[in-house]
């Protein structure tokens, strides 16, 4: 067994069980595992162990009987389907040394659910309606398979679907409010979310290195917070999280955030959004999201000229809803009959500078700019590989460029890593130079002149 | 104890173990269980349970020991840096009751891996040349933690990096022959995966019932396999695996491979592809890799015009490496002044029939055809939702056209989900409808002309 040390006596610790051959096979990707320990350091709650089994009974008996002994608190995803493989409920009775029950209400609800879809209720849809006896039923509104709560020797057992929404609503829902009602004691950790883009992870990690320093001399609860950083190229962020120290002393919200400023200020221009970080979901579109919010409260339009990048910025845009309040179009200008047709580049800058050439890049956006009529447009041109490069022009070199009323800006990204990674990079880097230009020069009304439509 | 069944009395079963803290609090997806998951299938090694611990040396122990009585291998992933919670080579160690040596040899390496870097190597670097007594050494060509092998009480554990593309290195050149070396008998189950778009999974399910229930019953091979379906919306994918039977009777590749004719036939023209499944990686990229290879390999060009994937077809296409020598580029006309400005889009049309229906979206792909100088063009007008759905085009109506010299074909999508959802099947339905055309209108070569300049 493992020993887990509580030190204050009163952290409420959790294991987390995923089921599934297809977990193990790798078919599917365990991110209800992630998820499940997202909303339990929401919660306050702390993971220290996460098995995953197969569908087996006796192994996943054996499992909830481990993390019974590990934990106050089991979550368990998977294995409440109708078909022979789906074991859970089963498994966890066995756990308990209880039998199955059928539970009326949710056979009727079967019953119901399959009539409404002109479907046959057959005699192993009903298994569904089964649950150990004992256990607290959890509705689950958007999905046949009803969850549950069961004790185990102490420990508090929540058996939830696999299917990702079904999951997350029963969380959100039932577990949740269960579990901060038992453990009275339990207080979500303060959190700092900083994201920074156009600084890599060693020179964010330099540059706050003195503030944090000195946060953690100005009181015990910021001494022991916790301090993470995350690099997803080309975003790095730096987490701070208030986990109380061995005393229990732990950072406030508030204390945590006085150092939203001094670490805005070392940080610098990389910096583009503080956040609380619990918004678990859309953490990819998080740039698209402010400035398309930022485009929007400004009346401000945008349009895209992109060649390596390959229409990934408009797709990144429009993810957003709402995005076609600000978002006008652009030219994917891969071809460069493209770029002369489409987007008015002249003939003589790419056969003098090449495609990939700030003269080009230039060229582009303004061309989208007064062709599409927007007050800003961005442009992306560049060696994406795994051919292409030559001496000067590597691999990753990648011309962006925006350009409004007032003018246009430009910059060369120098990019590593896949394809893949260079195009994304170069998205989000170029995404990056719009909100900059956005917030810089545009804050001047001056600069926000019609277009001229072309 | 899990009690694990090894019916055939010769498999060769693996525990995964995963360590990071990272991996319970949910910051990062643990893609490093599946992926060592699915090269273990790929082996011939069935993979009986996996666990994720935090970084902390008893829990390490702890789960190292329970591996090893459950299985004949260990593959565990992470704790291989030199920071202090990197604790991999020192639990192992404790596991096995050994103590940890240095090896020169790996101590001169990083000596020049830091000079060549010109950066100071310290004390805590050296760490990572440290090594439990008896491992075996794990080169790591491509970062500075050397992986090792260790005996565990009859288990042999392998400790990898955590880093993705050092794993994924170390794994198949240094750990795979020695797992094939060390166990005669494994024998890596024959697969075959195709790849539907354009049918629901259950009515691919309904289609293939007969072939396979015949094939069930024409050997003691084939009747033993094992048929999974995985569906990824707007994609369903049917995996044959020719696990062995109780008698340890598999199907051979030939056999599997021989179902392929009479599965093509059931599934009808929404199969695009049949793969041995062995691409772990690229997967997502599957459609239009193909569509680019086709569209090449017939010397024919493609250009997009895109309202509500703002961008993602392009992105999907050029996400390809060498996809300049087919894409020409596209449009991203998300605003109706960008659909009748840069492709020549009737106001009246618009006007008449609004930006979602059938000839908007005819106009959109026979603009872009000749304006952008195209053999194929294929266009998407759409409400991606949350908002803009009407009863009679509601959320997730799409409508999709693809021009070519022969002529403009036509298709209402009406798909379900998120915003992200709809966005991500039209993408692909679209790449799908533009691969059917290629395959059926321009099989014949009178109906290839080149198209009109615009």
């Given amino acids: 067994m493992t020993e887990v040390g509580n030190a204050a006596g009163k952290r409420v610790r959790a294991h987390l069980l995923t089921i599934g051959d297809e977990l193990l096979a790798g078919d599917v990707i365990d991110r209800n595992k992630a998820w499940m320990g997202r909303r339990c350091r929401a919660l306050g709650?702390?993971?220290?162990?996460?098995?995953?089994?197969?569908?087996?009974?006796e192994e996943i008996v054996a499992a909830m009987r481990e993390a019974a002994e590990q934990a106050e608190l089991c979550l368990v995803s998977g294995g409440l389907g109708p078909t022979t493989d789906d074991l859970t409920a089963e498994?966890?009775?066995?756990?308990?040394?209880?039998?199955l029950v059928r539970h009326q209400a949710l056979a009727d609800r079967l019953e119901a659910f399959f009539g409404a879809r002109g479907r046959e209720l057959v005699e192993t849809n009903l298994k569904q309606a089964d649950l150990p006896?004992?256990?607290?039923?959890?509705?689950?509104?958007?999905?046949?398979?009803?969850g549950f709560a069961v004790e185990l020797r102490g420990c508090w057992l929540f058996s939830m679907p696999g299917v990702p929404r079904e999951l997350h609503q029963m969380m959100r829902e039932q577990v949740e409010p269960r579990v901060r009602e038992r453990f009275a004691q339990l207080v979500a950790v303060p959190r700092r979310v900083y994201r920074a883009i156009g600084s890599g992870e060693s020179s964010v990690q330099q540059n706050v290195k003195g503030v944090l320093a000195e946060a953690r001399e100005r009181s015990p609860g910021l001494a022991s917070m916790f301090v993470h950083y995350r690099a997803r190229y080309p975003e790095v962020q730096l987490i701070l999280e208030a986990t109380p120290g061995p005393d229990d002393a732990g950072a406030n919200a508030v204390e945590l955030a006085s150092l939203d400023e001094p670490l805005r200020a070392a940080i610098g221009p990389a910096l583009y959004s503080v956040s609380l970080g619990e918004d678990d979901e859309g953490d990819e579109h998080s740039l698209a999201k402010l400035l398309v919010a930022k485009l929007i409260e400004r009346g401000l339009s945008l349009a895209t000229a992109e060649s390596c990048t390959g229409g990934g910025i408009g797709a990144a845009v429009t993810a957003i809803a709402g995005s076609s309040a600000c978002f006008v179009g652009g030219v994917i200008a891969y071809a460069n009959a493209v770029k002369i047709a489409q987007l008015g580049v002249a003939a003589?800058?790419?056969?003098?500078?090449?495609?990939?050439?700030?003269?080009?890049?230039?060229?582009?956006?303004?061309?989208?700019?007064?062709?599409?009529?927007?007050?800003?447009?961005?442009?992306?041109?560049g060696v994406a590989g795994p051919g292409g490069g030559s001496p000067d022009k590597p691999v990753g070199t990648v011309d962006v460029a925006v350009a409004t009323a007032a003018g246009t800006s430009y910059k060369r990204l120098l990019l590593f890593g896949k394809r893949d990674t260079i195009r994304y990079a170069a998205t989000l880097l170029a995404l990056k130079l719009v909100l900059d230009t956005l917030l810089d020069t545009l804050s001047n009304p001056d600069n926000v002149a019609p277009p001229t439509s072309g």
Same sequence: chains 1, 2.
């Fill in 348 to 381: 003589e800058l790419l056969a003098t500078h090449g495609a990939v050439s700030e003269p080009v890049a230039r060229a582009m956006a303004e061309g989208a700019r007064t062709r599409l009529g927007a007050d800003i447009a961005v442009s992306t041109t």
């Fill in 133 to 146: 006896e004992g256990a607290v039923v959890l509705d689950n509104p958007i999905g046949t398979a009803a």
């Fill in 91 to 99: 498994s966890a009775a066995a756990a308990a040394g209880v039998g």
């Fill in 45 to 57: 709650v702390e993971v220290v162990r996460a098995s995953t089994v197969r569908d087996r009974v």
